[in-house]
């Protein structure tokens, strides 16, 4: 009922920008969260940063480089990552929580994109 389409990853330098897209579609009354989570080579997928109503958390590794919003209208997600490091590379996957037209909460992830930065 909720597609998501991923877009913006790539290969950059490091210290260089990338702004990561989730767009959303379907049955969709309202956006509740979103959030981005990284999964790195062998390691646990983690979260990168989560917007709710009134509330914006950030990983710790992340804090002042990355940046969360929304674009309401658009029913898209975004995420700013500035002065990238190597250890940013991962893929990067968005979660959303949406009100379906039933009144019903659903979470729903995008299909992954890649970062990767060299030195």
């Known amino acids: 009922q909720v597609q998501l389409v991923e877009s913006g990853g790539g290969l950059v330098q490091g210290g260089e920008s990338l702004r990561l897209s989730c767009a959303a579609s379907?049955?969709?009354?309202?956006?509740?969260?979103i959030a981005w989570y990284r999964q790195g080579p062998g390691k646990q997928r983690d979260m990168v940063a989560e917007?709710?109503?009134?509330?914006?958390r950030y990983g710790t590794s992340v804090k002042g480089r990355f940046t969360i919003s929304r674009h309401k209208a658009k029913n898209t997600a975004l995420v700013h990552m500035n002065s990238l490091k190597l250890e940013d590379t991962a893929v990067y996957y968005c979660?959303?929580?949406?009100?379906?037209?039933?009144?019903?909460?659903?979470?729903?992830w995008g299909q992954g994109t890649q970062v990767t930065v060299s030195s």
């Open positions: 979660n959303v929580i949406v009100r379906l037209r039933g009144g019903v909460l659903s979470s729903n």
């Open positions: 379907g049955n969709i009354l309202s956006i509740e969260t």
């Open positions: 917007l709710s109503t009134g509330i914006t």
